[in-house]
């Protein structure tokens, strides 16, 4: 049973600066089960008709993204999901989920049917994919400390690089201006770059290696020819690379401290994701409190570098940990309905939030049933920063 509270409803503190700090309150909230279940993480196909939604219930649940109606669920995993990806223009109805059930698969998400099934081994465990490659073609996923290649069209393994980690593998990444190069990262610090073109091997196909120094939890690329790399780790670093040069740009070990210090809110406690804009060339760390306020803190990684104080704060919809940020705006939708919207955030308090930014006039207040949130008795607490 899926259950959806409305109340929408925006604070815009007036300010001469075009960049002054707006406060977001809740649009839309919906209980994603009822129960100690988490949200893990919220992506949308490419033409903005579906959000999925991975749980810690080991089920994928599908809603519409403008207005938060329950689509669907895709269910088949045995254990944890770890990551979950829409395909691209052409197939965007084939979503696709790794699990630490050491499988790779594929949901038609018209009938919520799971359509293929690529198995990495019954001791592995999948932390992360990509798919790229010339036609893209080729599958590339973090298993263990093992990179392993399939050929998609016939669910062949091409091949297995294991000398270049030496612990698990956290992301792998296809670079979107070329396909043939595939970013990886590690618990163990380092950040490999791979040239996926012919007989993949560890010895002919490495081409740089970057060491953070530290476990990576998620990287992304920015830049105009996504030649740059943004690092956060699981003790809560902040770095930016040119990937291509295996050069550091900006380097923030006390990232949390500067975030915390621009701000009059509590200190923030983790960092979600990073965003970057290629229409305005921007980069911002969202950065979360244990309570659920986040606040999306504006990163300068030239010349000294430096994070800003948050040029938007959403607070007032999470009771706990937010997993994960889907911002999107009407010019991605291209509906009326979805004016207004600023974007989807999800968490450990198993929420999904739908944030508005239209300039209502009604009044600043935010609710949420309370009958719509109670849960079972926690009997152990999940490692948030166990991040697989």
């Known amino acids: 049973m899926e259950t959806t509270e409305m109340d929408a409803m925006e604070e815009e503190e007036p300010q001469p600066n075009p960049n002054s700090l707006k406060r977001f309150a809740l649009k839309n909230s919906i209980q994603t089960n009822f129960g100690d279940d988490y949200v893990f993480q919220i992506v949308a196909r490419d033409d903005w008709t579906a959000m999925a939604v991975s749980l810690s219930t080991n089920a994928v649940k599908l809603y519409s993204p403008v207005t938060g109606q329950y689509l669907g669920e895709c269910r088949g995993h045995s254990t944890t999901i770890n990551h979950i990806s829409f395909s691209g223009p052409g197939n965007s109805h084939i979503l696709h989920s790794c699990s630490s059930d050491g499988t790779i698969r594929a949901w038609d998400t018209r009938t919520f049917n799971q359509v293929l099934c690529i198995s990495a081994g019954s001791s592995q465990e999948v932390f992360s994919f990509s798919i790229g490659g010339l036609g893209d073609y080729l599958l590339a996923a973090g298993c263990k400390s093992q990179i392993l290649f399939w050929d998609w069209r016939n669910k062949k393994q091409v091949a297995c690089l294991e000398d270049s980690h030496v612990d698990d593998v956290t992301q792998v990444h296809f670079v979107p201006s070329d396909k043939n190069k595939l970013v990886s990262a590690s618990v163990d610090g380092l950040i490999c770059t791979f040239d996926t073109a012919g007989d993949i091997n560890d010895d002919d196909h490495l081409e740089s290696v970057i060491n953070v120094?530290?476990?990576?939890?998620?990287?992304?690329?920015?830049?105009?020819?996504?030649?740059?790399?943004?690092?956060?780790?699981?003790?809560?670093?902040?770095?930016?690379?040119?990937?291509?040069?295996?050069?550091?740009?900006?380097?923030?070990?006390?990232?949390?401290?500067?975030?915390?210090?621009?701000?009059?809110?509590?200190?923030?406690?983790?960092?979600?994701?990073?965003?970057?804009?290629?229409?305005?060339?921007?980069?911002?760390?969202?950065?979360?409190?244990?309570?659920?306020?986040?606040?999306?803190?504006?990163?300068?990684?030239?010349?000294?570098?430096?994070?800003?104080?948050?040029?938007?704060?959403?607070?007032?919809?999470?009771?706990?940990?937010?997993?994960?940020?889907?911002?999107?705006?009407?010019?991605?939708?291209?509906?009326?309905?979805?004016?207004?919207?600023?974007?989807?955030?999800?968490?450990?308090?198993?929420?999904?939030?739908?944030?508005?930014?239209?300039?209502?006039?009604?009044?600043?207040?935010?609710?949420?049933?309370?009958?719509?949130?109670?849960?079972?008795?926690?009997?152990?607490?999940?490692?948030?920063?166990?991040p697989y």
């Open 213 to 386: 120094d530290t476990s990576i939890g998620k990287v992304g690329f920015l830049g105009d020819t996504y030649q740059k790399l943004w690092c956060l780790t699981h003790i809560e670093t902040l770095s930016v690379w040119d990937w291509k040069e295996a050069r550091i740009e900006a380097n923030f070990q006390d990232a949390r401290s500067l975030a915390s210090d621009s701000w009059t809110l509590d200190r923030i406690n983790y960092f979600v994701d990073c965003h970057y804009s290629g229409d305005d060339q921007r980069l911002w760390v969202i950065g979360g409190t244990n309570a659920g306020t986040l606040g999306y803190f504006p990163v300068n990684y030239q010349g000294m570098g430096a994070i800003g104080p948050p040029e938007a704060v959403l607070e007032g919809g999470h009771t706990g940990v937010v997993r994960s940020v889907l911002p999107m705006s009407s010019k991605q939708i291209g509906t009326a309905q979805s004016q207004g919207i600023f974007g989807w955030t999800g968490g450990e308090d198993g929420r999904l939030c739908c944030w508005f930014s239209d300039g209502s006039p009604e009044t600043n207040r935010s609710w949420i049933s309370s009958e719509f949130v109670i849960k079972s008795p926690r009997t152990c607490k999940k490692n948030r920063r166990h």
